[in-house]
């Protein structure tokens, strides 16, 4: 076994694998950006080095000077984690040049599976059933709009070097073609340095089902069964099961037979996936070769109780496969839930920000968390916006449905936005609770899992009104008339002469703007919430962010997180967001301001107007890509483009203003 191995990755999977380093008493070396140096990877490891600026071509992607921190630590080998350098050939062969371990299959294998294209070529000649589609090298974009034709529409384009949903577009018509044809390309080359595609037949209701397989240097090879990774947004996974629902011991073998067959096709050592599509009817067919530790692989860790990175450590090592297929089985149902700091409401648009607040569920023999991040670490646009993975387990699959419910409702974040909200929608729907299962779920089910927020109603208001007073209390402070700021009649401790004390206090719901009066009166035992006609009495006692409530016969707990004058209210399973009006303030909602600005940081890759030009309502002006997706700037309104103030290429910051537009009358 290794004395000392390296970790060529950041975040939440280099401190993964060095939790089981520590295990088996392994010696652990991280590598990390400017971005990353107060990074909870580089605190947990036993040595750190600097390997350049923030962007991941600057630092993560510069093989050569992570094997020269591996020589320099005395690393004895490299695990690669997954993306960045964990499927890049030139790297592995780099390793085994430099006589350092690479904690993964052999090059030749990473190259067989590279291209999907290549990737499908050979699992055809090893019998494994394909989808049916065009795999060549001829890349004109009439040739390919042919071959679309002919396979039948819906189709989907995907990058040969793709990965993480990456250049992937479904096309309905054939009219539609060229344009996703010339994004998909666009996005690839970003993304992967090659614009090569692929074109398969779109099954229209597929399950996304994969098999965890191993193989070791001995001949052995194993799959620890399959994953149902169904659910997904923007071609990207959002919660994880293992088992897959409604699979049957037949398919199962069927499958994991197939699984096990493609990796001897290419002579594979270490963890890898096989990905498949299932149909309807039962039929699958491979879709590609991931020859890397998946995301997902907890999911598999919690019903068969092994420790795959332990597996990938001692397999590398030169160590036999540490169980038979016949030794391996299934316990309980377990699922994954991909944490990202992103908008839901917004086509899943990555968000940046620090997380000013954060609240986990408890960890236990139920509930795992997966993460690189605490409380106060910032989400920035530099790397992928994974916050955290929820990993839960339990005997059966409405067990461990449930307890993700429950975990995520114990799930806390403030500081930036989240798809917190939307895995709760999605785990309490009725269609996923009966697993009914495919890859267009979120599409078909969107009406449910996008539901409207809900209302500030007078106990949200009560709560706000409460804590806003409990917090003047403890700071001693006085909203006062600053030509006499020790006057009594501004106190916040209730005193008063022969008169009622009361207080003003003017709540924003952030999301409709809407704002709501609330009148507090003191009281001896709390405070008297005059709002919408009614009077309410509420008391409680405040800890840091936890307020204990009594509102008239009710008692309940709260947690309110305050940040410039903003309030993040988690009670009853809901977040609620309300500022507290500041006299002066001009709200920049209402200003009527038409032109359009950059939702965040990124690149502009395409420009589809020109200044002068008449435009109707959601006519796409722009693109513009920021952390590896693309994101297109439409019109809101009929209108005129009045002056394009960015061009293809240019940089643009948060909140920049981009397009200035004139909106009919």
């Not at 630092?59 to 320099?72: N, T």
């Not at 860790?301 to 420790?307: A, F, L, N, R």
């Not at 500030?456 to 030509?483: C, F, H, I, N, W």
């Not at 006609?533 to 009710?554: K, N, W």
Request: charge should be negative; include cysteine.
């Amino acid at each position: 076994m290794f004395e000392k191995i390296l970790i060529a990755n950041r975040g939440e999977i280099a401190c993964r694998v060095i939790k089981t380093a520590r295990k088996l008493g392994i010696k652990t070396v991280a590598v990390y950006s400017d971005a990353d140096k107060n990074a909870q990877h580089v605190k947990q490891a036993d040595e750190a080095f600097h390997i350049g600026p923030a962007a991941a071509k600057d630092s993560y992607l510069r093989k050569e000077v992570i094997l020269d921190v591996a020589k320099q630590s005395g690393a004895q080998a490299v695990h690669p984690g997954y993306g960045f350098l964990s499927e890049n050939t030139d790297f592995a062969t780099a390793c085994e040049d430099n006589n350092i371990v690479f904690i993964g299959p052999p090059a030749s294998a990473i190259d067989a599976m590279g291209s999907k294209s290549a990737a499908k070529e050979i699992m055809e000649k090893a019998n494994v059933p394909l989808v049916p589609g065009y795999h060549g090298d001829n890349q004109d974009a009439d040739y390919l709009s042919t071959q679309a034709f002919a396979i039948g529409y819906p189709v989907l384009i995907k990058a040969t070097a793709g990965g993480g949903g990456k250049g992937m577009r479904i096309v309905e018509r054939k009219e539609d073609f060229a344009d996703a044809l010339e994004s998909c390309k666009r996005e690839a080359l970003s993304s992967f340095g090659d614009d090569r595609v692929l074109i398969e037949k779109y099954l229209t209701k597929p399950r996304h089902v994969e098999l965890q397989v191993f193989a070791d240097s001995h001949g052995n090879a194993v799959h620890l069964f399959e994953r149902d990774c169904s659910v997904q947004r923007r071609h990207q996974k959002v919660i994880e099961e293992a088992p897959a629902p409604g699979m049957t011991d037949d398919l199962r073998q069927k499958m994991g037979n197939v699984a096990i067959q493609a990796a001897q096709a290419i002579g594979y050592q270490g963890a890898g996936t096989v990905e498949f599509l299932l149909d309807e009817d039962g039929s699958f067919y491979f879709m590609e070769m991931n020859t890397r530790l998946q995301v997902e692989h907890p999911v598999t860790e919690m019903i068969t109780g092994q420790d795959l990175v332990e597996w990938q450590l001692r397999v590398a090592s030169g160590e036999p496969l540490p169980l038979t297929q016949e030794q391996l089985s299934i316990t309980g149902h377990a699922f994954e839930a991909r944490i990202y700091a992103e908008d839901p409401d917004n086509d899943f648009l990555p968000a940046t920000g620090r997380l000013q607040h954060l609240q986990t569920p408890s960890a236990s023999d139920y509930v795992r968390i997966d993460t690189g991040i605490t409380e106060q670490d910032e989400v920035s646009v530099h790397y992928d916006p994974m916050i955290a993975k929820l990993i839960v387990w339990d005997r059966d699959r409405y067990k461990a449905l449930a307890r993700l419910r429950g975990a995520l409702k114990d799930y806390q974040i403030v500081g930036l936005k989240t798809n917190l909200n939307f895995l709760f929608q999605l785990a309490a729907n009725e269609g996923f609770i009966e697993a009914d299962l495919d890859t267009g779920f979120i599409g078909r089910y969107s009406n449910s899992l996008f539901p409207a927020k809900p209302e500030v109603d007078d106990s949200v208001l009560a709560v706000a009104a409460l804590y806003t007073m409990l917090k003047q209390r403890q700071l001693g402070e006085r909203p006062a008339d600053p030509a006499d700021p020790f006057s009594p009649w501004d106190s916040t401790s209730g005193w008063r002469l022969n008169e009622d004390n009361h207080h003003q206090v003017t709540f924003i719901d952030q999301e409709t703007l809407e704002e709501f009066a609330v009148t507090v009166h003191f009281r001896a035992n709390g405070f008297l919430v005059e709002l919408n006609g009614q009077e309410l009495s509420v008391s409680g006692t405040l800890t840091a962010h936890r307020l204990a409530v009594q509102l008239e016969q009710q008692q309940f707990n709260a947690t309110v997180v305050e940040q410039d004058n903003i309030l993040s209210i988690f009670m009853n399973g809901n977040t609620f967001t309300l500022a507290i009006k500041q006299q002066g303030v001009v709200d920049s909602a209402a200003t009527g301001n038409a032109n359009l600005q950059a939702p965040m940081p990124g690149t502009i890759v395409a420009v589809l107007v020109k200044s002068g030009e008449k435009v109707v309502a959601d006519q796409p002006l722009l693109v513009m890509e920021a952390m590896k997706m693309e994101h297109t700037i439409k019109a809101p309104a009929d209108g005129t483009v009045t002056e394009l103030l960015y061009q293809q290429g240019d940089l643009v910051e948060d909140g920049a203003e981009l397009v200035q537009f004139e909106a009919d009358e």
